[in-house]
């Protein structure tokens, strides 16, 4: 199937690993005006970004492989709608607004 044994060696899994730590990282050090239940939602999503790719590449065939990347890109597309809401709330700014437009740029690519 692929020249890779490992889903870890996956490029493509490595930044989604990337873009979880990131966004537990912004979520620990979020205000407290995010609800827990967006909070919650966000980590789900990018979790479930690298979880897809996971799953295709164990399933073993390629045909697998590219339907859960494409539910991956599904994931990525809910963290990023997700993180541009945000970006249109009063209160972010400054440092909060430029780690939220990283983010967003992380969860395109």
Request: charged share 25%.
């Amino acid at each position: 199937m692929s020249t890779y044994q490992r889903f870890e060696d996956l490029p493509v899994w490595q930044a989604a690993a990337d873009l979880y730590d990131r966004v537990e990282t912004f979520l620990g050090t979020a205000p407290p005006r995010l609800s827990r239940s967006y909070c919650d939602q966000l980590e789900r999503a990018t979790l479930s970004v690298s979880n897809n790719i996971a799953e295709g590449f164990e399933r073993g065939t390629t045909n697998e492989l590219l339907c859960f990347l494409y539910i991956a890109r599904g994931s990525a597309g809910e963290v990023r709608s997700m993180l541009i809401l945000l970006g249109r709330r009063e209160w972010m700014g400054g440092d909060l607004q430029t780690q939220n437009s990283d983010l967003k740029v992380r969860a395109e690519s």
